[in-house]
């Protein structure tokens, strides 16, 4: 069974921090229009808003009654 020899003397990854690193050019946006969406994609992303705001409601309801708002209100 022939095996394959490498040259090729692995040393490791050399880390660069993100702050230590050149900055990199950023692309330009302007002129760029909005993302055309397929029926499909718009109807997931209502449906995914809706449901973030019923569990925002959700939740603030929640806190409420635990901190007795609604008892006090009564």
Not at 8 to 19: E, K, N, S, T
């Amino acid at each position: 069974m022939a095996t394959m020899q490498s040259a090729y003397d692995f040393q490791g990854f050399r880390v660069i921090h993100p702050l230590e690193d050149a900055p990199e050019q950023k692309c330009a946006t302007e002129g760029i229009g909005p993302i055309a969406m397929t029926p499909s994609v718009r109807l997931s992303l209502i449906v995914l808003r809706g449901y973030l705001i019923l569990m925002t409601a959700m939740l603030t309801w929640h806190v409420l009654e635990m901190a007795g708002i609604f008892h006090r209100l009564k």
